[in-house]
């Protein structure tokens, strides 16, 4: 159980566009989700938490209106990367927390590793 | 400020024992988790410890003592698989993750 999907997992895009990330929970209810960046050799920067119904709450140093975030459902959150440039690319990855508690432990999508030209 | 420190990388050789130490500085304090990194892929959870002592788990361990702000995570019989990089993170009194910068573990033959 606690499955979380995130599409695509690769993209490539010319600077200037905009891509955008799905992250699902498949067999569960998300009612907030978490969006991450790696880049090589880092550990996870959270970027920002998706709240179902309401504004994504940012973290400090991340432009909101950049990374676009909607979690319009209780299953699907997006991460939109508006007028990408070549430092944009990264490892993106979403999670979400199993049901259960505040404690219940983070379950990754497989990320989505986007590189702009 | 909060502060999760691990070794960057260890290697060990196949078969063997390994224990990779995590130790931190948090404002308060719900847990401790350690996932599983491979390369290019999402993490993986491992396990989670909120009180002191050791949690076993077919080959994996994680130990805890939140008196030391200290955790390890120890792996036996290590098979090629496991080569990975390893992450400790620590739910605050927000419950919020800190992330440590993972450590990479290379298992040799």
């Known amino acids: 159980g606690a499955v979380v999907s995130q599409h695509p997992s690769r993209v490539i895009c010319k600077s200037g566009t905009s891509v955008k990330i799905e992250c699902r929970s498949l067999?569960?209810?998300?009612?907030?989700m978490f969006w991450y960046r790696q880049f090589p050799k880092q550990s996870l920067m959270l970027m920002a938490t998706?709240?179902?119904?309401?504004?994504?709450?940012?973290e400090q140093g991340v432009e909101k209106d950049k990374f676009l975030i909607n979690h319009a459902s209780l299953t699907l959150s997006t991460l939109t990367v508006t007028s990408a440039h070549p430092e944009d690319s990264s490892f993106y990855i979403c999670?979400?927390?199993?049901?259960?508690?505040?404690?219940?432990?983070?379950?990754f999508g497989n990320g989505t590793r986007l590189t702009v030209t | 400020g909060q502060n999760i420190d691990q070794p960057t990388e260890m290697t060990a050789t196949e078969g063997a024992i390994v224990q990779i130490n995590c130790t931190y500085q948090?404002?308060?304090?719900?847990?401790l988790f350690w996932y599983q990194q491979h390369a290019g892929e999402a993490p993986t959870f491992l396990s989670y410890?909120?009180l002191d002592g050791l949690e076993e788990k077919g080959r994996f361990s994680s130990f805890l003592s939140r008196s030391k702000g200290y955790s390890y995570l120890l792996l036996k019989e290590l098979q090629m698989k496991d080569s990975a990089s390893y992450l400790c993170?620590?739910?605050?009194?927000?419950?919020?993750?800190?992330w440590g910068a993972g450590t990479k573990l290379i298992i040799k033959p």
């Open positions: 999670s979400a927390r199993a049901p259960g508690t505040d404690f219940s432990p983070l379950h």
């Open positions: 067999d569960f209810q998300a009612t907030t």
């Open positions: 998706s709240n179902e119904g309401s504004k994504a709450t940012y």
């Open positions: 948090t404002s308060g304090f719900n847990g």
């Open positions: 410890n909120v």
């Open positions: 993170a620590v739910m605050d009194s927000n419950y919020q993750l800190i």
